[in-house]
DNA sequence: TTGAAAGCGCTAACAC
DNA sequence: GTGTTAGCGCTTTCAA
């Protein structure tokens, strides 16, 4: 039962010709060094015993394995499982296929795993949990082989990455909620040791700033972790400084829904006590209630264009390595609410 | 700075032994060969060396590649992301690295895919995408690579697969319904050509019988697919009905979203008019209002066993093979209502 | 155009 | 215990 695989040899053998023959005529570049005849004689004898090469033999030859390492902190993370998607439809096409690995955010994890896709001859490396200054991807660049970083970058420019361009979707967020009258906006950032966490920080900032109002220190938090849980832990943490905002700016989308959750607790309504946006817009978020008005980013591009980026021919080459942004936008949904029908509704508190 | 690759020749040169020797004392199943202090010397020249061992190489050898590849729908469906996560989980301590790739359930793409891991290699095959009765499922099997199935069975029973325990799930759900004084029940069903779909549906007819409960065929409908657009469909030919039922059971989460949406839109409440049961447990369900009753699956846990599974070294014989149950359970939250309480609450409408 | 021969990096018989 | 030798399945010089 356990088939006994075919080989070249085989192929070569009922074809009537050397492996190496059949080797030319089976592989696309090299048909043109084989007669007709023979290549199409080839070409039906390993449709006949239904050969498949093996890749891996083929692999420590040419030592391209056409397999790419993917890392990941966590497939689970709705944030990733489109990333992962969009690069493996793009890697497809080219004949690629993704190793997929986990690392939870541990450095030791993400070293393990990176030593076993290096250890595996992975043709390239996408890397979605770097930390903006990361040793370990140095080290893979160092070993040549191709790196690329998806939603991370690296202080590092020289590492291709492909990023949100979380300056404008902060921006964005700001102006809509300025747009509908606010003015003392809150801010939960994201943890500041990843470079998605700082950009929307900073752009935060810069964006309050643009509108001319000053971020105001005592009404930013900050989350260690993007997840609903520290989201609530941190939004918590502004309670005190009750009535000193009207409108909060998360950095990510589980952070706004944990800072619902703190508001259910309290007893707080949005978006009539407070407007709420989120980052991201990962799926169910329209059934939310309310549902929540948040920044798109095509996750699915973001993985694709990385892939594409890994496989374009420029990726090795010690050329300045490219960071390309991919653009955010606004969908507005019920959490967001002008302030001044806000004032209408039926007040519940002294927080206005 | 491509770093030149490090081979077992260079620390077999370095610790001054031929490179059968360095391989014995690296491999931990032959270190025993080997003289303690040569063992030694090899390791230290290997970590001097920062050697990784070509495991193309080792596997062209050995004929294992310590791959295995996982075969799923689409990793942006919020039910495979925790199955992945736990396959992965499992391989990892074992050594092995999980190639994942997305078929959109297209026959075709499943094909390739599995051609292109069987070309590659793999020492198993995890599938999350057989129907019940799939040749390809077939012609892996007896190509001699085990194969487990996940979240799906074959009507082959020689496969091994785990699978929830749906007969249980369906009737946890519809108890609950019971016990809650519900006796008119509909149901959206899944599609009958995946097992799943299936055996919810042969779940729910035999649950309605043991409770005494002849299950009405026009309160019966079927979705194409697992999703919120086809869950929406099929319970939209449930409406002409109107008043035949309080509740409904449906195959799985997005089903019930659909069925949200479509009573939102009917100005139907839930679980006032209709109370309503899901099935998985997606992530986000307890923060829809009202949050969803569902039928709670460890797909993790689901994950991992198959992983394991695939891992015993009995999986490889023609062992009469397992289907492992996964037991699920109940997880009661605002969609469903007794119906008595129903009631009471504020009439908006004939429908009881 | 095709064949012969070598070798990718490693492990497994078989000697010594 | 350690070295010698061979070979996994394939591609790629080099000749013919």
């Not at 015993?49 to 790419?68: D, I, W």
């Not at 050329?319 to 969908?331: D, G, H, K, N, W």
């Not at 002008?338 to 927080?351: D, K």
Request: aromatic letters at 4%; charged letters at 25%.
């Amino acid at each position: 039962m356990p088939a006994p695989r075919i080989t070249l040899v085989d192929v070569a053998r009922l074809a009537g010709v050397h492996t190496a023959t059949a080797s030319r005529a089976l592989n696309p570049a090299t048909r043109g060094q084989v007669s007709e005849s023979t290549a199409t004689r080839v070409a039906e004898a390993a449709k006949a015993l239904n050969y498949q090469p093996n890749r891996m033999a083929r692999g420590l030859r040419t030592n391209r394995t056409f397999t790419v390492g993917v890392l990941i902190p966590d497939i689970t993370n709705p944030l990733f499982p489109p990333i992962v998607r969009g690069i493996e439809d793009a890697l497809a096409p080219a004949g690629y296929t993704a190793l997929l690995a986990n690392s939870d955010n541990d450095p030791e994890t993400e070293r393990l795993h990176v030593e076993t896709m290096l250890a595996r001859q992975v043709d390239g490396l996408i890397m979605a949990t770097a930390r903006r200054s990361d040793p370990l991807v140095e080290h893979v660049a160092a070993s040549g082989v191709p790196v690329v970083l998806v939603n991370r970058r690296s202080e590092d420019d020289r590492i291709p990455s492909v990023v949100p361009d979380d300056g404008k979707g902060i921006r964005l967020a700001v102006r809509h909620l300025v747009s509908l009258g606010h003015a003392r906006i809150a801010h939960v950032a994201g943890p500041l040791h990843v470079s998605t966490g700082m950009a929307r920080h900073r752009a935060f900032l810069e964006a309050m700033r643009e509108e001319a109002l000053e971020p105001d220190e005592e009404l930013i938090a900050f989350a260690r972790w993007f997840t609903v849980e520290e989201g609530a832990r941190a939004f918590r943490a502004l309670l005190p400084t009750n009535g000193r905002f009207t409108a909060v700016v998360t950095a990510n989308d589980l952070i706004a829904i944990g800072c619902y959750d703190v508001m259910a607790e309290q007893g707080l309504r949005c978006p009539e006590d407070l407007s709420i946006t989120g980052y991201n817009d990962i799926p169910l978020l329209d059934k939310l209630r309310p549902s929540l008005t948040t920044v798109r980013l095509e996750h699915y591009e973001l993985g694709a264009t990385a892939a594409n980026l890994l496989l374009e021919p420029a990726a090795d080459a010690s050329t300045s390595a490219r960071t390309i942004l991919v653009e955010p936008t606004l969908v507005v949904r019920g959490s967001t609410m002008s302030l001044a029908r806000a004032a209408e509704a039926p007040t519940r508190s002294s927080r206005r």
